[in-house]
Protein backbone atom coordinates (compact mmCIF):
# COMPACT_ATOMS: atom_id res chain seq x y z
CA UNK A 1 0.00 0.00 0.00
CA UNK A 2 2.44 2.85 1.55
CA UNK A 3 6.13 2.46 1.06
CA UNK A 4 7.53 2.40 4.40
CA UNK A 5 8.58 5.97 4.87
CA UNK A 6 4.87 7.13 3.99
CA UNK A 7 3.63 4.69 6.56
CA UNK A 8 6.17 5.86 9.79
CA UNK A 9 4.75 9.46 8.54
CA UNK A 10 0.93 8.50 8.72
CA UNK A 11 1.78 6.65 12.23
CA UNK A 12 3.31 9.94 13.60
CA UNK A 13 0.41 11.84 12.33
CA UNK A 14 -2.29 9.57 14.35
CA UNK A 15 0.43 9.91 17.39
CA UNK A 16 0.51 13.68 17.28
CA UNK A 17 -3.32 13.94 16.78
CA UNK A 18 -4.44 11.82 19.26
CA UNK A 19 -1.76 13.05 21.95
CA UNK A 20 -2.06 16.32 21.09
CA UNK A 21 -6.32 17.13 20.02
CA UNK A 22 -9.28 17.78 22.56
CA UNK A 23 -12.03 15.11 22.61
CA UNK A 24 -12.48 12.24 23.96
CA UNK A 25 -10.99 8.80 23.95
CA UNK A 26 -12.11 5.42 24.16
CA UNK A 27 -15.32 6.89 26.07
CA UNK A 28 -14.08 9.70 28.16
CA UNK A 29 -13.31 13.32 27.38
CA UNK A 30 -9.90 13.73 26.58
CA UNK A 31 -7.93 17.26 27.06
CA UNK A 32 -5.08 17.58 25.48
CA UNK A 33 -1.95 18.21 27.14
CA UNK A 34 -0.68 21.96 27.58
CA UNK A 35 1.41 24.16 29.06
CA UNK A 36 4.66 21.96 30.60
CA UNK A 37 3.43 18.62 29.61
CA UNK A 38 3.21 19.66 26.23
CA UNK A 39 6.48 19.07 25.80
CA UNK A 40 6.77 15.45 27.09
CA UNK A 41 3.76 14.36 24.95
CA UNK A 42 5.08 15.50 21.54
CA UNK A 43 8.39 13.91 22.71
CA UNK A 44 6.12 10.33 23.24
CA UNK A 45 4.44 10.65 19.83
CA UNK A 46 7.30 11.02 17.80
CA UNK A 47 9.53 8.18 16.94
CA UNK A 48 12.04 6.86 19.83
CA UNK A 49 14.94 8.09 17.46
CA UNK A 50 14.13 11.48 18.27
CA UNK A 51 16.04 13.47 20.29
CA UNK A 52 14.19 15.05 23.27
CA UNK A 53 16.57 17.55 23.50
CA UNK A 54 16.12 18.97 20.09
CA UNK A 55 12.24 20.30 21.33
CA UNK A 56 11.81 23.07 22.85
CA UNK A 57 8.50 24.22 24.31
CA UNK A 58 7.96 26.88 21.21
CA UNK A 59 8.58 23.63 18.30
CA UNK A 60 6.34 21.54 20.71
CA UNK A 61 3.82 24.18 20.37
CA UNK A 62 3.85 23.88 16.83
CA UNK A 63 3.87 20.70 16.36
CA UNK A 64 0.38 20.73 18.36
CA UNK A 65 -0.91 23.45 15.70
CA UNK A 66 -0.13 21.31 13.26
CA UNK A 67 -2.26 17.95 15.08
CA UNK A 68 -5.26 20.77 14.96
CA UNK A 69 -5.00 20.78 11.37
CA UNK A 70 -4.14 17.36 10.75
CA UNK A 71 -7.05 16.21 13.05
CA UNK A 72 -9.33 18.47 10.44
CA UNK A 73 -7.81 16.51 7.32
CA UNK A 74 -9.11 12.98 9.06
CA UNK A 75 -12.18 14.37 9.73
CA UNK A 76 -12.98 15.39 6.19
CA UNK A 77 -11.94 12.62 4.33
CA UNK A 78 -13.77 10.11 7.25
CA UNK A 79 -16.87 12.97 6.43
CA UNK A 80 -15.78 12.04 2.41
CA UNK A 81 -14.75 15.93 2.09
CA UNK A 82 -11.98 15.22 0.18
CA UNK A 83 -11.66 18.98 -1.25
CA UNK A 84 -11.82 20.21 2.36
CA UNK A 85 -8.94 18.06 3.11
CA UNK A 86 -6.90 19.04 0.23
CA UNK A 87 -7.40 22.58 1.22
CA UNK A 88 -5.94 22.07 4.48
CA UNK A 89 -3.45 19.73 3.12
CA UNK A 90 -2.40 22.80 0.86
CA UNK A 91 -2.05 25.19 3.44
CA UNK A 92 0.12 23.10 5.39
CA UNK A 93 2.34 21.76 2.78
CA UNK A 94 3.05 25.49 1.94
CA UNK A 95 3.62 26.70 5.70
CA UNK A 96 5.98 24.16 5.90
CA UNK A 97 7.67 24.33 2.78
CA UNK A 98 7.33 20.74 2.29
CA UNK A 99 9.48 18.96 -0.32
CA UNK A 100 11.17 16.36 -1.16
CA UNK A 101 14.60 15.09 -1.31
CA UNK A 102 16.86 11.95 -1.80
CA UNK A 103 18.41 10.59 1.49
CA UNK A 104 20.42 7.68 1.81
CA UNK A 105 20.34 5.70 5.57
CA UNK A 106 23.50 3.78 6.08
CA UNK A 107 22.64 -0.24 4.66
CA UNK A 108 19.91 0.58 3.05
CA UNK A 109 19.40 2.49 -1.24
CA UNK A 110 18.53 6.40 -1.58
CA UNK A 111 14.68 6.55 -0.81
CA UNK A 112 12.87 9.74 -0.64
CA UNK A 113 11.99 11.76 2.19
CA UNK A 114 10.14 14.62 2.81
CA UNK A 115 11.40 18.17 4.44
CA UNK A 116 10.18 21.49 5.56
CA UNK A 117 12.07 24.77 4.34
CA UNK A 118 13.99 24.43 7.27
CA UNK A 119 15.40 21.80 9.29
CA UNK A 120 14.10 22.46 12.56
CA UNK A 121 12.29 19.38 13.97
CA UNK A 122 8.73 21.07 14.30
CA UNK A 123 9.01 22.01 10.73
CA UNK A 124 10.23 18.28 9.68
CA UNK A 125 7.73 16.25 11.11
CA UNK A 126 5.21 18.40 9.80
CA UNK A 127 5.94 18.77 6.25
CA UNK A 128 6.70 15.13 6.40
CA UNK A 129 3.32 14.43 7.77
CA UNK A 130 1.31 16.61 5.98
CA UNK A 131 3.23 15.34 2.14
CA UNK A 132 2.30 11.87 3.42
CA UNK A 133 -1.24 12.79 4.37
CA UNK A 134 -1.26 14.37 1.26
CA UNK A 135 -0.35 11.07 -0.69
CA UNK A 136 -2.76 9.19 0.75
CA UNK A 137 -5.85 11.71 0.84
CA UNK A 138 -4.88 12.06 -3.01
CA UNK A 139 -4.77 8.45 -3.74
CA UNK A 140 -7.42 5.64 -3.63
CA UNK A 141 -6.06 5.35 -0.41
CA UNK A 142 -7.90 8.35 0.94
CA UNK A 143 -10.86 6.00 2.77
CA UNK A 144 -7.99 4.53 4.90
CA UNK A 145 -7.74 7.29 6.62
CA UNK A 146 -10.83 7.38 9.87
CA UNK A 147 -12.17 8.11 12.82
CA UNK A 148 -12.91 5.97 15.46
CA UNK A 149 -16.50 5.16 15.49
CA UNK A 150 -16.97 4.00 18.77
CA UNK A 151 -19.32 6.19 21.01
CA UNK A 152 -17.51 8.94 22.92
CA UNK A 153 -14.11 8.43 20.54
CA UNK A 154 -12.76 10.79 18.07
CA UNK A 155 -8.72 9.55 18.01
CA UNK A 156 -8.10 8.35 14.51
CA UNK A 157 -6.24 5.58 12.62
CA UNK A 158 -4.59 4.83 9.29
CA UNK A 159 -6.11 1.47 8.51
CA UNK A 160 -3.19 -0.72 7.31
CA UNK A 161 -5.63 -4.18 6.71
CA UNK A 162 -6.22 -6.20 3.71
CA UNK A 163 -9.75 -5.59 3.15
CA UNK A 164 -9.86 -2.10 4.27
CA UNK A 165 -12.51 -3.01 7.22
CA UNK A 166 -11.19 -0.92 10.35
CA UNK A 167 -13.21 1.27 12.26
CA UNK A 168 -12.07 1.99 15.51
CA UNK A 169 -8.90 3.29 17.23
CA UNK A 170 -7.83 0.70 18.88
CA UNK A 171 -8.77 -2.89 19.76
CA UNK A 172 -9.88 -1.30 23.11
CA UNK A 173 -12.78 0.77 21.48
CA UNK A 174 -13.47 -2.41 19.15
CA UNK A 175 -13.94 -4.77 22.54
CA UNK A 176 -16.11 -1.65 23.86
CA UNK A 177 -18.43 -2.02 21.22
CA UNK A 178 -19.01 -5.45 20.29
CA UNK A 179 -19.44 -5.93 24.45
CA UNK A 180 -21.93 -3.59 24.10
CA UNK A 181 -24.16 -5.07 21.34
CA UNK A 182 -23.60 -8.81 23.11
CA UNK A 183 -24.83 -6.87 26.21
CA UNK A 184 -28.29 -5.24 24.11
CA UNK A 185 -28.64 -8.68 22.79
CA UNK A 186 -28.71 -10.05 25.69
CA UNK A 187 -31.02 -7.85 26.81
CA UNK A 188 -33.08 -8.13 23.96
CA UNK A 189 -33.53 -12.13 24.46
CA UNK A 190 -34.96 -11.34 28.58
Given amino acids: MFDSHVVTLLDVSVSLVNA???GSRRGRPFSAPRGEALHGAVVAALPSATNPGDLDQEQAAYLARTAHQMRSVFEAVDGGHIDDAAGTLNVLLRSTG????????PGEPWQVHFHGADDSLAVGWSAGCATALALAAGSELAGRLGVCQAPQCDRV?????????????STACQSRVKAAAFRARKARQR
Fill in 98 to 105: ARPQMDRV
Fill in 20 to 22: LTD
Fill in 157 to 169: YVDNSRNAVRQFC
